[in-house]
């Protein structure tokens, strides 16, 4: 009877199931987080869907930026998004400015756009396919990208969004400020966790290297989005990017519950 009563409770503890895994940024809760964040350091606003009409030249050499995720004239993807909504909507207002983003890609001017391309960019935001457009845009260019190489590092959500949001200002090209780049300067110093390494101890390598790259271009300069937004979730050990957050970006506060 002892016997099989120690079998019968080794069958049940056997078959108690393993904690779930937290999820990663690309949880629908968590992404949402993620848009929150990233539009109170691109936009200082928490209402991130109120950017699709966002479009400025806030002269750092890139030309128009706009949009949800800071899309600009001269570095090639505004291009390819009004070139995917003139796929998807063909004749609409933007249609007509494609061959001007071909000749400005890589420059910072604005010849054949103005004076009426801004005025042209909001009427198109108002347009649930641009909107669309640059949902898939981001998710294709910068989204998807960070949240899989976090996920290979054996980042959690954190580092996922750490990820994000080095690429969505640094892109993801080969230059020596781009991603690749910091993860590579970080890499030199730490260990991801897939490698073996402390999960926080490479996150605070992969800040270091990214506040560096900040630092190297003036209108970037400014890291409270490191300082006092990324660096306090991390040193608060929430890995999971869990609820409550409250953070600072350029001085001012955000809560998210």
């Known amino acids: 009877m002892a016997s099989g009563t120690l079998l019968g409770a080794s069958r049940c503890a056997a078959a108690a199931p393993a904690p779930a895994a937290a999820p990663g940024l ?5 992404k949402e987080i993620a848009m929150r964040l990233v539009s109170s350091a691109e936009n200082s606003s928490l209402d991130w869907k109120a950017q699709y009409k ?9 030309g128009y930026t706009a949009g949800i995720i800071g899309f600009c004239s001269g570095t090639g993807d505004m291009l390819d998004l009004v070139q995917l ?3 998807r909507r063909p004749g609409n207002v933007l249609v007509k400015y494609l ?4 000749r400005v890609d890589g420059t910072d001017a604005h ?23 640059q949902n898939d845009e981001r998710d294709r260019v910068y989204f998807d990208p960070a949240v899989s190489r976090g996920k290979s590092d054996g980042l959690r959500a954190l580092g996922q969004f750490i990820y994000y949001d080095a690429i969505v200002m640094h892109g993801g090209g080969d230059d020596p400020t781009g991603f690749p780049a910091i993860r590579g300067r970080a890499l030199r110093t730490a260990k991801t966790p897939a490698q073996g390494g402390d999960e ?8 270091d ?3 560096w790259a900040m630092k190297q271009e003036e209108a970037h300069s400014d890291t409270t989005r490191v300082d006092t937004e990324q660096r306090v979730f991390l040193r608060n050990g929430n890995l999971d990017l869990g609820t409550p957050l409250d953070w600072k970006v350029y001085g001012d506060s955000y809560h998210i519950g």
Request: cysteine-free.
């Open 26 to 30: 690309d949880d629908p809760a968590k």
């Open 54 to 62: 966002y479009i400025e030249d806030i002269g750092d050499g890139r």
């Open 85 to 87: 909504y003139a796929d």
């Open 99 to 102: 061959p001007a983003l071909r």
């Open 111 to 133: 010849d054949g756009l103005d004076p009426d391309y801004p005025r042209d960019w909001r009427k198109a935001a108002q347009d649930t396919a641009f909107q669309q457009a």
């Open 200 to 207: 926080k101890t490479y996150l605070n390598a992969f800040l």
């Open 209 to 211: 290297a990214r506040v």
